[in-house]
């Protein structure tokens, strides 16, 4: 035993005896040399920051080895996810000053920058007595269609193709996708740039886990409330106030579901409703897509109308500068306008629906239904209840404590599940709908792959150059192009990827100094949700949920359903933009 450690301790000697010269060597080098630093920002032709973007510092043509800040010596530094980069460069004083120093940037998907000429500004003394210099830069580059560009948009027609046409299922199209654009950045793109997709780390940034957490924590807080039997009772209840009008019954979830979402987002919204729903279709044995799709269009109209109902109106509030009375005064009457021509739509569209669904005898289905559908438990009641409440409230004031509203919703699902006594693994396992959870990364993943691609930033420059200078087509333009990119892609990268040009936009327009814009953005990006099973967070969780429950919704007759509602509510939100601002 004594030999082994005397064996070990020889071996670990050597290992320091070789690698720690070189490590003292290296900081000596340093030291008889000055630092160059070199920093700066990477943008695209929006001017929105690229992330893993390689800079690569030269001396008069020649690339040099920089260093990064506590980390080994490498060719080239990455632009971090906000585009900034900073690396430092080890030279003599005298080259700093008199040599000719430039950089270049590269990127998949973009044309190499050329070779830019820094200017070195002023000298100053680090850390341990070393001489530096500071340069900076701004990079701005400009999209290719390269390899990465192509297939990326073959994988993505790919997986809508499978799910419009039922091919595979959502979830596992999608998983398919993700894993395919992963796969080939990390092999083929190890070896040919042009073949770079989206790498593992910028698939991470791409996924949205403020929403991921949101829908789990909510998803939570509604099993275990469930269990009380408050979504049995509010089916009763809301039986017995429509007192058997199946039509009005229908209406008035609508209105309620917009109302809520208006306060809340709208996929809280359908958690809530979505049970009570279920069960009044169940009572009145009929599908419940007759009232769940109805509620969906008025969820997502009722989160337009203010700043926190929609993350795309949050987005937009945020990069704007834009205040909670601004998208109330603004959007509240196309919402109310929406809803009202919607009313009508559902007469038309399940008026056989409601009348096959009518009941003969009310009052003795409302006996009926008030002996099966009561509250069960309810000490659990007003525990969870109390709970959602307190969540609700975060909800509402989260901006002001510049929380994310899955903060609220995770600590609410954590409280409840601990105060109500209840098997955390078996609500993990029987209340989260995972292949909703799980569909929302991975397409996360595909759409961030059409950012990073450059897919998205086509539809933002078609729409700069379309536009020229007339403010009333800007207005047409942005509204159907959100709606239609909305309905395909998830609305959240589509918006982030308009901001700059809007603003752009509403710096050259006149007329466009009024905000019409920004209003025409939202109205797109938050209607244009409604258009497919797959457009908005609401309709994915619904579906997915009402799917579990043993009813299920294809892809082609959701947007059979839901398309004519969105066209209209497209056509109002362009008439109301145009007349009161045009």
Not at 492 to 512: D, N, R
Request: hydrophobic content about 55%; proline content about 3%; glycine content about 8%.
């Amino acid at each position: 035993m004594k030999a082994w450690s005397s064996f070990l301790f020889l071996l670990l000697f050597l290992i320091l005896a070789v690698f720690l010269p070189k490590t003292a060597l290296a900081a000596e080098d340093i030291q008889d040399h000055n630092l160059l630093i070199i920093q700066g920002n990477a943008l695209d032709s929006c001017g929105n920051p690229l992330s893993a973007a390689a800079v690569t510092p030269f001396l008069n043509g020649r690339p040099l080895k920089a260093i990064a800040t506590n980390s080994l010596s490498k060719t080239n530094q990455e632009t971090g996810p906000n585009g900034l980069f900073r690396i430092e460069v080890p030279a003599k004083e005298n080259d700093i000053k008199s040599g000719k120093w430039t950089i270049r940037v590269t990127r998949s998907s973009f044309a190499p920058s050329q070779l830019i000429d820094l200017k070195v500004l002023d000298d100053g003394v680090l850390e341990g007595g070393i001489h530096g210099w500071i340069a900076n830069a701004s990079i701005q580059l400009k999209r290719v269609r390269g390899m990465a560009f192509w297939i990326t948009l073959v994988v993505f027609v790919g997986i809508y193709i499978l799910i419009a046409f039922d091919i595979m299922h959502r979830t596992l199209a999608a998983f398919l996708g993700a894993a395919l654009v992963l796969l080939i950045t990390h092999t083929v793109g190890y070896f040919y740039e042009e073949y770079r997709i989206i790498t593992w780390n910028q698939a991470l940034h791409a996924i949205d886990w403020n929403v991921i957490f949101l829908l789990m924590g909510m998803m939570i807080i509604v099993g275990v409330l469930k269990v009380s039997g408050i979504f049995q009772w509010l089916a009763y209840k809301s039986f017995h106030v429509a007192r058997g009008n199946i039509y009005i019954l229908a209406t008035a979830l609508c209105i309620v579901t917009a109302f809520v979402s208006a306060f809340l987002d709208n996929v809280t919204t359908m958690l809530l409703l979505t049970p009570v729903t279920l069960e009044i279709a169940l009572a009145l044995k009929t599908s419940p897509f007759v009232f769940l799709l109805p509620e969906i269009l008025a969820s997502n109209f009722g989160g337009t109308a203010t700043l926190i109902g929609d993350p795309p109106n949050i987005m937009i509030g945020s990069y704007a500068g834009l205040t909670f009375n601004d998208f109330v005064i603004n959007l509240t009457p196309v919402v109310i306008a929406a809803l009202i021509v919607q009313v009508i739509y559902n007469r038309f569209l399940y008026g056989a629906d409601y009348d096959r669904a009518k009941v003969v005898d009310t009052p003795q289905m409302i006996q009926f239904m008030r002996k099966k559908y009561k509250i069960t438990d309810p000490k659990l009641l007003c525990i969870g209840g109390s709970l959602l409440l307190g969540v609700i409230a975060l909800f509402v004031f989260h901006g002001f404590f510049h929380m994310q509203v899955s903060v609220a919703a995770i600590f609410g699902a954590a409280l409840i599940i601990i105060l109500c006594r209840m098997e955390i693994v078996d609500i993990i396992e029987r209340e989260i709908e995972w292949p909703s959870l799980i569909f929302f990364i991975m397409l996360f993943i595909v759409v961030g792959a059409a950012d990073q691609a450059g897919i998205l930033q086509v539809v933002a420059d078609w729409i700069k150059n379309v536009c020229q200078d007339k403010l009333w087509l800007a207005v047409v333009v942005v509204v159907w192009v959100s709606g239609l990119a909305s309905s395909i892609i998830d609305n959240i990268p589509y918006t982030a990827t308009m901001l700059p040009v809007v603003a752009f936009l509403s710096k050259q327009l006149p007329g466009a100094e009024s905000g019409v814009l920004w209003w025409a953005l939202a109205l797109g990006a938050c209607f244009g949700g409604n258009g497919t099973i797959i457009g908005a967070s609401a309709n994915v969780v619904t579906t997915g949920i009402a799917e579990k429950a043993g009813y299920k919704i294809t892809f082609m007759e959701f947007l059979k359903q839901a398309a004519p509602m969105t066209v209209i509510s497209l056509i109002i939100s362009t008439i109301f933009l145009l007349v009161r601002y045009g």
